[in-house]
């Protein structure tokens, strides 16, 4: 483990900096934005029915051992971490409302269940320490960047952002799990959350503070997919994929990827497919193979249902993809 005055440096590039490390760790950060411990579930059509959600509320969902699982988006900008166990399986669930990331990830280090919690801020993304290391880790890729565990990894997995109507169409058997929001907590969503999960985005001054150098390629809140396969990273501004129809061929480490936005969610996705892209039918996304795209699952020609295959990716702000992956190539029309 590196001394505490000791410059870091991921697996996939960032740089963690003794003067910035002060950030890591904020006193009462935990005691604020207290973690969802998660410890009953509902039917999500029984949910809808009860309209605890409507069509367009927008959720999180992930798989735990095969059962599909859903969060509020509000909520999770509130909580920032989610943690919980169903049929024996351990999760847990991390989003960042400034930077827009949020994934998955099994629990589990050295056969024992690690409890997370928000703790400081890095580089304007939210930071995440475990109760029983007091280890910090940066949820993205799932590495400790400080502490006893500096180095180890989680195996993160992208949450897919889907409206409830989406859930109900694909996912009818899922489940929801909601937590009972205190005075606090509707207050934080009405003076600064809200203003955050818009599109536009909001950097608070303390996050501001925690970022070290930018890369000014692009403007720092801007929106658009990043994805990363191997040691490969790039980065799809959200207007260069609505320039495009909203849907993009590229190559990238040698495979070839569909880069689309969801009609429905506004979302941009990336899928590995060695078809070309024919067009779209309305909200379905339809390639030369015949296969067609629509609410996160590839249809064949007898419309039987089969997942898209996602490489690594994130729904994400510029400076924070490019802060995670300083070498990241800009998808540019024509070529890079």
Known sequence: MASKNTLYVTES???VKPIRAVFLKI???????????????????DAFAQGLVDADTKLMLFEVGGQSVTLLQTQMAYHHVAQGQL????????????????????PIINEQIHHFRVTGIYNGMSIMSDDESKSVWEHITGECIKGPLQGTRLETRPAQYLTAAQVLETTPDALIAISKPSLFAHLSHFLL?????????YMPGLFRLSMTKKDDRLAELELGLGVWIGGYARYYPMQTINANDNAIL???NQHQILVYIDPATQVPTAHISPSQIQGWDNDVLVLESGERIHNGY??????KKTPIERPNQQFTRWYAFSYMFPTCEIYAEGGL
């Not at 005691?31 to 509902?42: D, G, H, L």
């Not at 049929?87 to 099994?106: D, E, I, K, Y």
């Open 13 to 15: 590039g960032m740089a």
């Open 27 to 45: 006193l009462g950060v935990d005691f604020i934005f207290k973690t969802f411990n998660v410890r009953a579930y509902q039917k999500f059509q």
């Open 87 to 106: 049929n024996g399986n351990a999760w847990a669930a991390f989003l960042c409302v400034c930077c827009n990331m949020g994934t998955t990830v099994t």
């Open 193 to 201: 959350l809200r203003h955050m999960l818009n599109s536009k985005g």
């Open 250 to 252: 590229d190559t990238l």
């Open 298 to 303: 590839v249809l064949n020609g007898d419309s």
